[in-house]
Nanobody, 122 residues
């Protein structure tokens, strides 16, 4: 089992950067694929990025490719999402998730954090 706690959200202006962190507890972290998803009110949760257990493979949504970077530090049980060139449409609650394989769908992830709010003003 994995427990996840996100941090690093906030209010920024368009063009700014933020780095989200997701601290994990539990023995399964280093063997889990990790994903970041985001959600806005009235919409379904949307895939953002994911990374495999080793950090050697990652995948991104087209909307963030080239601007966001996912990484992980298994020694610190932490996964990161570096977000550059932020846009107002990136405003959402961002949640990290742990799963068994590198996938882009919500149902592939069994464990979820509570989320952190990111607001980008124009």
């Amino acid at each position: 089992q994995v427990q996840l706690v996100e941090s690093g959200g906030g209010l920024v202006q368009a063009g700014d950067s933020l780095r989200l962190s997701c601290a994990a507890s539990g023995r399964s972290f280093s063997s889990s694929a990790m994903g970041w998803f985001r959600q806005t009110p009235g919409k379904e949760r949307e895939f953002v990025a994911a990374i495999d257990w080793s950090g050697g493979s990652s995948v991104y949504a087209d909307s963030v490719k080239g601007r966001f970077t996912i990484s992980r530090d298994n020694a610190k049980n932490t996964v990161y999402l570096q977000m550059n060139s932020l846009k107002p449409e990136d405003t959402a609650v961002y949640s990290c998730a742990a799963g068994g394989a590198l996938r882009t769908v919500v149902r592939a992830y069994a464990y979820w954090g509570q989320g952190t709010q990111v607001t980008v003003s124009s």
